[in-house]
């Protein structure tokens, strides 16, 4: 750069807000409140029973043509992708902490509830981006019976698709494809605890979905931020099934058995090279 060059910053990217220091703070604390609403990540412990209630305000908005005051302004609502995922994310970061309680039975059966209604119909096709935190929190609470249903009826709202003037073959790919992102999205989380009872899926879909979870638990090919001690899938834990990665409970007296080993394994989630313990010392 020269010493003629003048650095001036691109003018539709800098917006200047002046307030008085005199006059209300309203705008800059509702600004603040705002981000820390909207945040994607909590580093502290959400409340989760303000989690519950926003749920409804979250995962949907509504529509007004004139003003919210009045009922016959209100046009309609829809649903909303990022309320929904805030929400899951919120659920799943509070189980995880937990170590899979998840809260109280209420409280877990509530969450549940919300969920299941939430993920129906056309609904469930539109945010089938969310399936897999569906699938996470689900198998992070050991919730069976609601990962079964939302199984079940996904698929069936898979299975009333139609298009109109689309080939029949076309039709049937797209259902196709969707069913097998279903049950990758259900694999992805299902590699940290394949000692958990999968129902819902037909008995050879489950089969494939098992097959595929252990190749992703095999290959250290899922997401490790949701594990119970963060390293372990470094260690000859990662290759023994019936270990809940969730939630790793290691007893003192065998951490001696938990090993590196000097067979190399590469990484495709990191990229690293790491080793796999097989023998004692």
Same mark, same amino acid.
């Given at each position: 750069?020269?010493?003629?060059?003048?650095?001036?910053?691109?003018?539709?990217?800098?917006?200047?807000?002046?307030?008085?220091?005199?006059?209300?703070?309203? /705008?800059?604390?509702?600004?603040?409140?705002?981000? !820390?609403?909207?945040?994607?990540?909590?580093?502290?412990?959400? !409340?989760?029973?303000?989690? !519950?209630?926003?749920?409804?305000?979250?995962?949907?908005?509504?529509?007004?043509?004139?003003?919210?005051?009045?009922?016959?302004? +209100?046009?309609?609502?829809?649903?909303?992708?990022?309320?929904?995922?805030?929400?899951?994310?919120?659920?799943?970061?509070?189980?995880?902490?937990?170590?899979?309680?998840?809260?109280?039975?209420?409280?877990?059966?509530?969450?549940?509830?919300?969920?299941?209604?939430?993920?129906?119909?056309?609904? /469930?096709?539109?945010?089938?981006?969310?399936?897999?935190?569906?699938?996470?929190?689900?198998?992070?609470?050991? !919730?069976?019976?609601?990962?079964?249903?939302?199984?079940?009826?996904?698929?069936? /709202?898979?299975?009333?698709?139609?298009?109109?003037?689309?080939?029949?073959?076309?039709?049937?790919?797209?259902?196709?494809?969707?069913?097998?992102?279903?049950?990758?999205?259900? @694999?992805? &989380?299902?590699?940290?605890?394949?000692?958990?009872?999968?129902?819902? $899926?037909?008995?050879?879909?489950?089969?494939?979905? #098992?097959?595929?979870?252990?190749? $992703?638990?095999?290959?250290?090919? $899922?997401?490790?931020?949701?594990?119970?001690? #963060?390293?372990?899938?470094?260690?000859?834990?990662?290759?023994?099934?019936?270990?809940? +990665?969730?939630?790793?409970?290691? &007893?003192?007296?065998?951490?001696?058995?938990?090993?590196?080993?000097?067979?190399?394994?590469?990484? &495709?989630?990191?990229?690293?090279?790491?080793?796999? @313990?097989?023998?004692?010392?």
């Amino acid at each position: 750069m020269s010493s003629n060059s003048i650095l001036s910053p691109t003018e539709e990217k800098v917006v200047l807000q002046h307030f008085y220091h005199g006059e209300s703070c309203a /705008a800059i604390n509702q600004f603040i409140q705002n981000i !820390d609403r909207q945040r994607s990540e909590f580093r502290f412990l959400p !409340d989760e029973d303000l989690i !519950d209630k926003e749920f409804d305000s979250d995962a949907f908005s509504l529509q007004y043509s004139d003003s919210i005051q009045k009922i016959r302004s +209100l046009q309609g609502y829809k649903e909303d992708r990022f309320g929904a995922s805030k929400f899951l994310a919120s659920k799943i970061f509070m189980a995880s902490a937990e170590k899979g309680k998840g809260g109280t039975k209420d409280t877990k059966k509530r969450s549940s509830q919300q969920i299941l209604t939430f993920f129906k119909g056309r609904t /469930a096709i539109d945010f089938c981006t969310l399936w897999e935190k569906v699938a996470t929190y689900f198998l992070i609470t050991e !919730d069976r019976e609601s990962l079964r249903k939302f199984i079940k009826q996904t698929i069936q /709202a898979i299975d009333r698709v139609t298009g109109k003037g689309i080939p029949d073959e076309w039709i049937s790919h797209y259902k196709d494809d969707l069913k097998k992102l279903l049950r990758l999205a259900v @694999a992805t &989380p299902y590699a940290l605890n394949l000692g958990f009872e999968l129902r819902g $899926f037909s008995e050879s879909e489950t089969a494939i979905c #098992k097959a595929e979870a252990k190749a $992703f638990r095999q290959a250290n090919i $899922f997401r490790h931020g949701l594990l119970g001690i #963060k390293g372990i899938n470094y260690t000859n834990t990662l290759f023994v099934d019936s270990v809940n +990665l969730f939630d790793v409970s290691v &007893p003192l007296g065998e951490l001696d058995n938990i090993k590196m080993s000097a067979t190399s394994l590469t990484s &495709p989630a990191h990229g690293c090279v790491t080793s796999i @313990a097989t023998s004692s010392r």
